[in-house]
């Protein structure tokens, strides 16, 4: 549930694959369920549901999949770009704070 969007969501949509995630989770926050992956409770049931759904018709899981490797993954150079770009907003913003504590010495 807390994982922080992990790897392998990212591998899978790689190669055209759909993951299966919790709603709500971390990993969630690209997917959109039956459009570039699966959403599921945190339970059996939903989770066997879910794999039903995915499984259950073959040519709307390959359109899932094309989906997730369009709107899902990134490349690595992306990620670190982001990251950075990121960070650099980061960093401005403790400079920001920096001299707004400084000139009324907080």
């Not at 992306?78 to 960070?87: C, I």
Request: proline share 1%; net charge negative.
């Amino acid at each position: 549930t807390y994982d922080t969007s992990g790897l392998v969501v990212m591998e899978a949509a790689a190669t055209a694959l759909p993951s299966i995630v919790i709603d709500s989770s971390c990993a969630a926050e690209t997917i959109t369920d039956m459009r570039n992956g699966f959403l599921c409770d945190e339970n059996e049931v939903s989770l066997k549901d879910a794999i039903v759904r995915a499984t259950s018709d073959r040519e709307r899981l390959a359109k899932i999949g094309e989906n997730a490797q369009n709107e899902v993954y990134f490349s690595w150079d992306d990620a670190v770009e982001l990251a950075y770009s990121r960070y650099e907003e980061i960093i401005k913003e403790f400079k920001t704070k920096r001299k707004i504590k400084k000139k009324f010495h907080i």
